[in-house]
């Protein structure tokens, strides 16, 4: 007897020209969909990366302050490699980065100086499918950045942002694309961009280097291209990178 079709997933929307993609901490978008953002970079449009932390408290056998910077070098540098030069930070303290209006208020004035159409961040829920728990961080910052979204649009959310910062309000954030679902509903062509996708992870090479005892190239190029074919069957048999898309 055969097996049903899986679903198909819908390719991304294309008619749109800035993003800005928000996460926790340096290697997270690398993670997530680097693939992509190559593939939209190539296509001339402009993607920017906000980060609520820097990553100091990511590895063990170094001192915060001194992995802060480290982290945040690679971080420009894995950027750079799938076309990406403005990336920023929040200074969010890694690890105990809280959900609140703090962290919406931030997020919010980074996208109406921005003025993106399409919003990008990681799994926002409790679980990764419901089998490993995840981070606080990837929680308080995926659902800080869903309603952020909105928060930019609103005059009388956050009005100090127009009264200090001169950030008039910018309501032309058009979805919100979650990285890293399990619930994915649309994709993006991983062929072009996965390569890259495969040297941007290697950028963080101090952070890989503490987390697998296993080459660190070979490490990046099994875990991305996993989960590239993995999402195939759902894409036409294209390799590809997934995304949970909120349309606002």
Same mark, same amino acid.
Request: charged residues 25%; aromatic residues 8%; contains cysteine.
């Given at each position: 007897?055969?097996?049903?079709?899986?679903?198909?997933?819908?390719?991304?929307?294309?008619?749109?020209?800035?993003?800005?993609?928000?996460?926790?901490?340096?290697?997270?978008?690398?993670?997530? =969909?680097?693939?992509?953002?190559?593939?939209?970079?190539?296509?001339?449009?402009?993607?920017?990366? *906000?980060?609520? @932390?820097?990553?100091?408290? /990511?590895?063990?056998?170094?001192?915060?302050?001194? =992995?802060?910077? *480290?982290?945040?070098?690679?971080? &420009?540098?894995?950027?750079?490699?799938?076309?990406?030069? @403005?990336?920023?930070?929040?200074?969010?303290?890694? /690890?105990?980065?809280?959900?609140? %209006?703090?962290?919406?208020?931030?997020?919010?004035?980074?996208?109406?100086?921005?003025?993106?159409?399409?919003?990008?961040?990681?799994?926002? &829920?409790?679980?990764?499918?419901? +089998?490993?728990?995840?981070?606080?961080?990837?929680?308080?910052?995926?659902?800080?950045?869903? $309603?952020?979204?909105? $928060?930019?649009?609103? &005059?009388?959310?956050?009005?100090?942002?127009?009264?200090? !910062?001169? *950030?008039?309000?910018?309501?032309?954030?058009?979805?919100?694309?979650?990285?890293? +679902? %399990? %619930?994915? +509903?649309?994709?993006?062509?991983?062929?072009?961009?996965?390569? &890259?996708?495969?040297?941007?992870?290697?950028?963080?090479? @101090?952070?890989?280097?503490?987390?697998?005892? !296993?080459?660190?190239?070979?490490? =990046?190029? %099994? #875990? *991305?291209?996993?989960?590239?074919?993995?999402?195939?069957?759902? #894409?036409?048999?294209?390799?590809?990178?997934? #995304?949970?898309? #909120?349309?606002?």
């Amino acid at each position: 007897m055969n097996e049903p079709a899986p679903e198909q997933l819908e390719p991304m929307p294309d008619d749109w020209q800035r993003a800005l993609a928000v996460v926790a901490h340096p290697d997270d978008l690398e993670y997530g =969909c680097a693939a992509a953002v190559a593939s939209w970079t190539d296509g001339g449009r402009e993607v920017s990366y *906000l980060l609520a @932390s820097r990553g100091e408290a /990511g590895i063990d056998t170094m001192d915060p302050a001194t =992995c802060a910077p *480290l982290r945040e070098q690679e971080q &420009r540098a894995s950027a750079a490699v799938v076309g990406v030069s @403005s990336v920023e930070f929040l200074d969010h303290r890694d /690890g105990v980065i809280e959900y609140g %209006t703090e962290l919406r208020r931030d997020i919010a004035a980074v996208i109406r100086r921005h003025r993106p159409e399409v919003v990008i961040t990681l799994n926002h &829920r409790d679980t990764w499918g419901g +089998t490993a728990w995840n981070t606080p961080d990837h929680r308080a910052v995926g659902r800080a950045t869903l $309603d952020a979204a909105a $928060d930019a649009g609103n &005059r009388w959310i956050f009005p100090e942002l127009i009264a200090e !910062q001169g *950030l008039e309000p910018w309501n032309g954030v058009r979805w919100v694309a979650v990285a890293g +679902t %399990t %619930t994915p +509903t649309h994709a993006v062509d991983a062929t072009a961009g996965l390569e &890259r996708s495969v040297l941007s992870l290697l950028e963080h090479r @101090s952070y890989i280097e503490v987390l697998t005892d !296993q080459d660190p190239e070979e490490y =990046c190029r %099994t #875990f *991305l291209t996993g989960y590239a074919q993995q999402a195939a069957a759902r #894409f036409g048999g294209r390799p590809a990178v997934t #995304f949970e898309l #909120f349309g606002r």
